[in-house]
């Protein structure tokens, strides 16, 4: 019998609910972590590829194919995550002065710490199978004048430590879905897969509401703006007015 952190739907197929006021320990490090890794893997990847311009390259090579080509890759957007991973020192045991000295290995034992005292913590301590609670909010449409309408998220909960999640629909708001989300401790994947499937089976929300497409983005989006490319950075000569060439703009 499943001890779940939910109401409603889980007394009517035999789960225990233990409605709790968690305070779970973010994984202030995942940014970090993520950053470092997602440069490695990236030229790891390149490796393996041939034939393509970032062939055997690094990240560096997909930033500057990017700046090459900036009017057909990077119409609306600049690559802000690119260059933050490529501007990080290169060891694990290197402070990175853009996250306040912070290095790579402690990042991870910042995250490991999360995981220990935050979901398994509220595991043992209520006696609980796994974790559920809504995934966000309901899904939004992205456009390119307010960017994505996030009001709050829980995966972030699981994702520092690595712990194993799974998100399934629960309900729709106004013809967005809302998803559910089951997480609990390292290797508990048969547990959530077991609580995830029954909520499924039970509900029928994936069966009564089956996808659409909706329009493309930004077309219906945007109508009655003027999408203007994003301002590149300069490489203003070294000058004694350098310093005033740059303004913040209210």
């Known amino acids: 019998m499943a001890e779940l952190v939910m109401t409603g739907v889980t007394k009517r197929f035999g789960a225990t609910v233990a409605v709790a006021d968690l305070t779970l320990t973010v994984g202030d490090g995942e940014f970090l972590v993520l950053l470092f890794d997602f440069r490695n893997d990236v030229k790891s990847y390149f490796a393996t590829r041939v034939g ?7 990240l560096q090579t997909a930033i500057d194919f990017n700046n090459a080509h900036a009017a057909d890759e990077m119409p609306f957007f600049n690559q802000d995550i690119f260059d933050l991973a490529m501007a990080l020192a290169p060891g694990p045991n290197d402070p990175q002065p853009i996250f306040g000295g912070l290095t790579y290995n402690q990042a991870l034992a910042i995250d490991h710490d999360a995981g220990v ?3 398994d913590k509220a595991i043992h301590d209520f006696q609980l199978d796994a974790v559920v609670t809504a995934t966000d909010n309901p899904a939004w449409s992205t456009d390119l004048i307010y960017g994505d ?3 709050f998220g829980t995966s972030g ?3 520092g430590p690595g712990y194993p999640i799974v998100q399934v629909p629960a309900g729709i708001v106004f013809g967005a879905p809302l998803g559910i989300s089951f997480f609990g401790t390292a290797f508990s994947e048969p547990t959530l897969i077991k609580l995830a499937s029954g909520f499924e089976a039970q509900t029928q929300v994936r069966a009564h509401n089956q996808p ?3 329009a493309t983005v ?3 989006n945007i109508q009655g703006t003027t999408p203007r490319a994003p301002r590149r950075h300069r490489n203003y000569p070294n000058s004694p007015d350098k310093k005033k060439m740059f303004h913040h703009h209210m």
């Open 117 to 119: 005292n935050g979901i």
């Open 212 to 214: 659409t497409f909706a």
């Open 52 to 58: 393509v311009p970032v062939a055997g390259g690094t």
């Open 218 to 220: 930004p077309f219906n």
């Open 157 to 159: 909960l699981a994702a």
């Open 149 to 151: 309408h996030f009001l």
